[in-house]
């Protein structure tokens, strides 16, 4: 296990950030509860079945449940039982990256991370579903084990709020989607929120994990990390590293900063529709709810949601301040 010292910002959560985690929850449960609610494919899966135990075959045994394989070794009848899949468990994988915290004029990344926890935890709790969390970290991912109740989820929220964005090799976003890929052991759903600004090196573990559970990305952002304005003199800080740039952002750097982010942002989206994992869009500068209320409307009718909406309606006078 890494410090606790080192992967929390503060010891505990305090009375404004738990008052801003409680007015979260009474968004989710008054606001998109009655919009959600439901079996929405690639959201919330619907109930089902998965392969059970063996056992002989008794009069009064539907037939088309027979394991002719199991028969054929035994030379006995057996059927093949079904474990019903309607308690649904559920992970969420969070890149604690440092660009989270880096406060832009519409405020930082990670209130959407948070707003991305909520819904699909309290959406996904009850009915004695199971939630669990996994998180980036240094040197290794924190795995938070699932358990169901809207108290297990107030608990996930606190230390997302908490956690400290800190990841070295070891703990990246990579090796939690391999954390979850040993942890979870039920067909389920996995939720991945990210900005995705790092290196694209996760792609093949989230295919592995695909070939049991369906998956859902959020991906947040910033209109900074989108396009940056030509504002001419600026700093620039990496709040990876914490180096300091000072830069003349004319027209020319902006064209070639929109470029290369549009480069990246298509490389991301392109490995997570080649995944299968539709894609939640949501910006510092936008409604989350209707983001959220627009994404599920999509699915709803059977499409698959790419990001492509991250750049609607960029606001035309941002200024800069950071960039990540």
């Known amino acids: 296990m890494t410090p606790a010292?080192?992967?929390?910002?503060?010891?505990?959560?305090?009375?404004?950030?738990?008052?801003?985690l409680n007015q979260l929850e009474l968004l989710v449960t008054r606001r998109l509860d009655g919009v959600l609610a439901g079996d929405h494919r690639g959201l919330l899966p619907g109930p089902g079945t998965e392969p059970g135990e063996a056992r002989a075959y008794e009069p009064g045994d539907d037939v088309r449940t027979m394991d002719w394989?199991?028969?054929?070794?035994?030379?006995?009848?057996h059927i093949r039982q079904t474990i019903a899949d309607r308690e649904l468990e559920t992970w969420i994988v969070?890149?604690?990256?440092?660009s989270l915290d880096v406060q832009g004029r519409h405020g930082d990344k990670r209130r959407l991370v948070e707003a991305a926890v909520a819904t699909v935890g309290f959406l996904s709790a009850g009915g004695g579903s199971r939630v669990g969390l996994v998180l980036t970290g240094d040197g290794r991912p924190r795995v938070l084990r699932a358990?169901?109740?809207?108290?297990?989820?107030r608990r996930l929220l606190e230390e997302v709020s908490r956690s400290a964005p800190e990841i070295t090799p070891g703990g990246?976003?990579?090796?939690c989607l391999y954390a979850v890929r040993n942890t979870a052991r039920r067909h389920g759903l996995v939720v991945v929120v990210s900005d995705f600004l790092s290196e694209i090196d996760w792609e093949r573990s989230l295919r592995v994990l695909g070939t049991r559970h369906e998956f859902l990305a959020v991906h947040v952002a910033d209109p900074l990390d989108i396009t940056l304005p030509a504002v001419g003199a600026a700093l620039l800080q990496d709040p990876a590293t914490g180096e300091v740039l000072e830069l003349e952002v004319d027209d020319t750097l902006a064209a070639d900063?929109?470029?290369?982010?549009?480069e990246h942002r298509d490389s991301v989206h392109t490995a997570l529709r080649r995944c299968g994992a539709p894609v939640l869009a949501l910006r510092t500068d936008r409604d989350w709810i209707r983001d959220v209320i627009d994404f599920v409307g999509v699915r709803r009718q059977g499409g698959l949601p790419t990001g492509e909406n991250v750049e609607r309606d960029l606001p035309d006078?941002?200024?800069a301040g950071e960039a990540s």
Request: aromatic share 2%; no cysteine.
């Open 5 to 20: 010292g080192r992967q929390r910002r503060d010891d505990r959560v305090d009375a404004s950030s738990r008052a801003a």
């Open 69 to 77: 394989s199991v028969t054929a070794r035994t030379t006995v009848p």
């Open 94 to 98: 969070v890149d604690l990256t440092p």
């Open 147 to 153: 358990a169901g109740g809207r108290d297990h989820v």
């Open 172 to 175: 990246t976003l990579r090796d």
């Open 257 to 262: 900063y929109r470029r290369a982010a549009a």
């Open 317 to 319: 006078d941002e200024t």
